[in-house]
């Protein structure tokens, strides 16, 4: 499976994703300049990671979502390629309108850094395929602004047409209040692209899959997506 | 030229800067505020110097970068 | 502004203008015997800064000199950027702890926030990626009515830098004291792994080769800011605002990149970060190790402001900013790499051979300052020292006896002891994929990135021990450290120290500073742990009255396999609860109170002498339990610090949730006393009588983990109350303070 | 009543978004931005409805709450 990661200046999860990319594909990703508005045309997976591009200043990837680069992924996401928006990725592609929304400052206006629960709500996607219906996963967050919000059309939308794809939950699975970390809409952690082609979530899969690091409930996702390409 | 952009979060977008100004000034003794919203405002210094022209490239700025229109709105101010 | 228009407005030189540079009416004398003529305000600015206490060390280097600074391993000691140690497969540590302690008092984010930006770059400086970032802080009372607006600050700030650069914020620890009411620390410390034989330095070489200013542009930020570090705080230091720096942290993750991608080639000679003092420290220090002169064309600094003197800009303190010397011919090759990262970069002068420093601005001289009379005329003071009176020993049956399962939940709900969680959870101390070990722990580890290796790092220092008994308490944040790296299985290696204390020029308070020394020292050499980079924040009063002497100490170790280290959490019930550490002594006197938390905290006496430190025992138990961990013995490992035996017991049963049924008698002295050298590991029930009969008498079983509870005797504390007051202290305490940000 | 502060950087401090905003601009190839600061607008609703004593009052609010007076100014707008 090819696959590049798109490097903003700022970006800063770049290099772990990558790491994780290459352990479960075996092949190292492409390192995608931002500046670059030319993808490799056989790509499968293309990664917006995590960190602080552009600082995050004015709003949490606006300034990445216009980057040369953007352009080439919207091309690739028009072609089908597989588009996976971690954290500030994410963040990104809501700025881009590869999907829908906004990310705001979270609830309690801290950054926050811990282990969440999620419940995997579809696993009708080449990215969650590998996990069972309903299944509670533990994946870290890390950011301060993951606040999801959309209008309710787009949040009828992405339930009826089965587009959210994680929510935050307790560890027995129930979606409450309080398992909420950062006040997003109905507890939406990731949601999906209209295509179901383009996946972004604020929860950081990539910082567990590896044993060493405490687990690997992130690691599914990344061997879905292989599977599911090749 | 100087021109200000100011950007507001549209009427109900939940604004939880808003909310926890409203809150700490209510903590810190200050009764009766009924709510508070944040909003930004952005100086821009211009070469431009026709106010008609300038005003359609703020209004591309603003567009383009500057709001976020799914949930903000914007006002220029030359 | 013409030059000549600004030099005309510069003012005469008066003692007011002297007195107001922090130079004395005698080192204004050297000033003038050294120039042969009156220094322009721009040379005066210069000395000043070069001879405040900040960077000349001129109370504290008698002192700093006596402390162990090598070992095999140490590549580099103190006097550069940072410290370097060999850390095995051809890979160097580099790291430092320096202070933000007033910026932080007066602008709580940007303060902490320029601390962490500051400290990152004297990594990197040095050829380093940085791999984790600590901090050390100490804060009023907490009811104290500025404290809380000062902790959310700091964090948020701390958060705020390290979060955005990229580097993970993995270690540090808190206290909260009310002599800290008016002076709060900010203690910043960055780790950074690089190839053993790349390391840089900022010693200048080559005559003619290019000065190159690198990074954001010079504003009017901190003008004075090293010369505000040095003098003690006032109630109108309110007016100082103005001078606080804003960090720009995004401009500084673009800085490491650009610097390290230019340091994988050959290009670069000597590279010195512009920290406090900025342009002027940084081109003095480099052309003075190289025993070279210097001429910079000030006009070419990149400036953000219009109207700038050359004054301001050799004293400004804008952040994110570096100088280097350049082999010559590869500056187009260093502009493309600065110019890829939309960073500023500017030849602003070369190296001469004439060993003075010349600035010119428009064309004109606007100082002329010989390096080397400069630099060796620093002024170095003997201060009058006068020893810390001897505390008496706290008899522990004087010690009023409160009921064990109460006393515990207070202890362990209190400020200094209650979960920091609500702390780092601000702070990204995951990302780069490699925190093998998180907050929460004894120290925190990182995986050298790529390998099964990893290094271990902590804080530590306990500043109630140190105002009673300097030595001690020196000898005792050393050992506390080398504990705290112990007891993850790491192999301790070296410490870099952060002396905050308050008036050098107080007898009293310069006696605490050569106690602490000579603890410090006298443990490095015990423990084989030199010191191999330091800061020194002095002036830490407010209205005269001091803070209690903080001599922080951050310590490195090594993990050669990560599948040998240890963690403080239970993993299963029923297995073996070993305490191993306790002398004949510590048996007999029953346990230390004095200078303990609980007579403290809980009994309203901050007295007595601190816990006695034996090198040697500390030493041999330390080797004792590395052994057990690294032969897979033990299944949890713990150091007994603040609190004593129970408190560690509670640590690690919260750790694992899972209880603990204990063996002992519920003495007070015993349970809460804080006599040093000891750990709790637990082992499992088949392997506990081996290790127990392997470690004879250094070793006492106390008890055994399970249910969910700590339980001694017929008492017992539910876990769950534990829970709910470890971590409801900071939430209750923070709850709806509003975030800086 | 209804109240605005408007909470800037004070001249000389250094402005990171403001400076991100104008090298954004650029990029996206508006020319002539010779600068850009950001700064914030807080808009309070509030139970008063004397403008003076509210004036006061909005002022010990900036002064305690709403501006860091280290590195920001503030203006009230009634
Ligand atoms: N300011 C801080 N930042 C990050 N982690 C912290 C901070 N303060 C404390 N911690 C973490 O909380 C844990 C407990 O700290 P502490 O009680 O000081 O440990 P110890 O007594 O073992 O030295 C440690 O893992 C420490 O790294
Ligand atoms: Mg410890």
């Known amino acids: ?230 | 030229m100087k021109a200000r952009v100011h950007v507001t979060l549209k009427a109900g977008v939940l604004d939880p800067q808003g909310k926890a100004i409203a809150h700490a000034l209510h903590a810190l003794g200050f009764d009766g505020v009924r709510d508070a919203r944040q909003g930004k405002v952005i100086e821009l210094d211009l070469e431009d110097d026709d106010p008609e022209a300038a005003r359609a490239r703020i209004d591309d700025m603003c567009r383009q970068l500057l709001a976020n229109t799914v949930i903000e709105t914007y006002r220029i101010e030359l | 502004m013409s030059t000549q228009q600004q030099q005309k407005t510069e003012p005469a030189i008066t003692p007011e203008i002297v007195a107001e540079h922090g130079l004395t009416p005698d080192e204004y004398q050297r000033v003038l015997d050294i120039l042969g003529r009156t220094p322009n305000l721009t040379e005066l600015g210069i000395f000043s800064v070069m001879w405040s206490e900040h960077c000349s060390y001129k109370s504290s280097k008698k002192w700093l000199k006596t402390l162990p600074t090598t070992a095999p391993w140490v590549i580099q000691g103190p006097g550069e950027n940072a410290g370097v140690v060999d850390i095995g497969d051809g890979l160097a540590a580099v790291f430092k702890m320096e202070s933000h302690n007033h910026p932080s008092f007066i602008e709580p984010y940007q303060g902490a926030a320029t601390g962490v930006g500051g400290i990152l770059r004297d990594v990197f400086t040095m050829g380093a990626r940085p791999v984790a970032n600590l901090n050390a802080l100490r804060f009023g009372a907490p009811d104290h009515p500025k404290t809380r607006h000062l902790v959310s600050g700091v964090v948020a700030g701390i958060g705020g830098y390290g979060n955005c650069v990229g580097v993970p914020t993995v270690g540090g620890e808190v206290d909260f004291h009310p002599d800290y009411n008016g002076n709060i620390l900010v203690n910043a410390m960055t780790v950074g792994v690089a190839p053993a034989d790349r390391i840089f330095y900022s010693k200048a070489s080559g005559v003619g080769n290019p000065v190159v200013y690198v990074g954001s542009r010079t504003g009017r930020d901190g003008i004075h800011g090293a010369t505000m570090a040095s003098a003690e705080f006032s109630a109108d230091s309110e007016e100082k605002r103005p001078t606080v720096q804003v960090g720009d942290p995004f401009t500084e993750k673009l800085l490491i990149e650009a610097c390290l991608e230019l340091m994988a080639t050959d290009a670069i000679v000597a590279i010195q970060d512009m920290g406090a003092a900025g342009l002027t420290s940084s081109s003095f220090e480099m052309a003075s190790k190289g025993g070279l002169g210097v001429e910079l064309t000030l006009d070419r600094v990149p400036m953000r402001e219009d109207g700038m003197t050359p004054y301001e800009l050799m004293l400004s303190e804008s952040q994110e900013r570096m100088l280097m010397v350049l082999q010559p011919g590869k500056e187009a090759m260093a502009e493309a790499v600065f110019r890829k990262w939309d960073l500023d970069f500017a030849i602003i002068g070369r190296l001469t051979d004439t060993g003075r420093m010349v600035l010119t601005w428009h064309g004109e001289t606007v100082a002329d300052l010989p390096i080397d009379p400069l630099a060796e005329a620093a002024p170095e003071y003997d201060r009058p020292w006068a020893p810390t009176p001897h505390q008496p020993v706290v008899i522990a049956d004087d010690v009023p006896v409160l009921p064990w399962t109460e006393a515990l939940v207070a202890l362990m709900g209190g400020p200094d002891l209650s979960s920091r969680r609500w702390i780092w959870e601000q702070y990204d101390h995951m990302v780069m994929g490699d925190t093998v070990q998180r907050p929460g722990g004894d120290a925190a580890v990182v995986r050298l990135h790529g390998t099964d290796r990893g290094l271990a790092m902590t804080t530590d220092c306990t500043p109630r021990y140190v105002r009673a008994d300097p030595v001690t308490g020196g000898r005792q944040a050393v050992a506390e450290a080398y504990r705290n790296l112990t007891a993850v299985g790491a192999r301790p290696l070296a410490v870099t120290d952060n002396m905050n204390f308050g008036n050098p020029e107080k007898p009293v308070i310069m006696g605490q500073f050569v106690g602490a020394c000579r603890g410090l020292g006298e443990a490095c050499a015990a423990l084989d742990m030199p010191v191999v980079s330091g800061n020194v924040s002095l002036y830490n009063e407010t209205e005269g009255r001091a803070i209690p002497s903080t001599p922080t100490i951050g310590a490195i170790g090594i993990l050669d396999d990560l599948d040998r280290m240890a963690t403080v959490g239970f993993k299963a019930a029923g297995e073996a609860v070993i305490v191993i550490g306790e002398t004949a002594a510590m048996r007999a006197g029953g346990g230390w109170v004095g200078q303990s938390l609980y007579l403290r905290d809980l009994c309203g006496r901050e007295e007595g002498a601190p816990p006695p430190v034996d090198l040697e025992h500390e030493r041999r138990v330390g080797e004792t339990v590395r052994g057990l961990i690294q032969a897979g013995r033990v299944s949890a490992c713990h150091d007994v610090s603040d609190g004593g035996l129970l408190v560690a017991v509670a640590e690690m049963a919260l750790a694992g949730g899972l209880g603990v049924t204990l063996d002992l008698a519920p003495a007070t002295a015993a349970l809460f006393g804080e006599d040093q050298g000891r750990y709790v590991v637990t082992v499992p029930a088949e392997a506990a009588d081996a290790v127990l009969s392997d470690l004879g008498d250094l070793a006492r079983r106390i008890g055994t983990t399970g249910g969910e509870a700590v339980a001694i005797g017929g008492e017992a504390v539910p876990l769950a109350d534990l829970r709910a007051a470890h971590e409801g202290f900071f939430p209750a305490l923070m709850g709806d303070e509003i975030v800086a940000s």
């Open chain 1, 1 to 230: 499976m090819n696959s590049a990661v798109i490097v903003f200046p700022g970006s800063n999860c770049d290099r772990d994703v990558a790491v994780t990319l290459a352990d479960v594909t075996g092949r190292a990703p492409v390192m995608h300049w931002h500046g670059d508005p030319d993808l490799p045309d056989d790509l499968d997976l293309i990664v917006i990671p995590g960190g602080f591009s552009h600082g995050d200043y004015l709003r949490c990837g606006a300034m990445a979502a216009h980057a040369a680069a953007m352009a080439g992924v919207r091309r690739a996401a028009d072609r089908g390629v597989a588009i996976l928006g971690i954290c500030n990725g994410f963040q990104v592609l809501c700025e881009s309108h590869l999907l829908p929304g906004a990310l705001m400052r979270n609830r309690d206006l801290r950054f926050i850094c811990r282990d969440v629960h999620l419940r995997v709500e579809t696993t009708d996607t080449m990215f969650t395929a590998g996990y069972a219906p309903a299944q509670v996963i533990r994946l870290p967050i890390a950011h301060h602004d993951g606040n999801y919000v959309a209008d309710l059309p787009t949040q009828c939308a992405l339930e009826d047409e089965d587009r959210i794809v994680f929510r935050y939950c307790d560890a027995g699975g129930k979606v409450t209040e309080t398992a909420n970390p950062n006040g997003s809409l109905d507890n939406i952690a990731g949601i999906l692209s209209e295509s179901r082609t383009v996946l972004g979530l604020m929860p950081h899969p990539e910082r567990l899959a590896d044993p060493r690091l405490g687990g690997t409930d992130g690691r599914a996702l990344f061997v879905s997506v292989m599977e599911a390409l090749s």
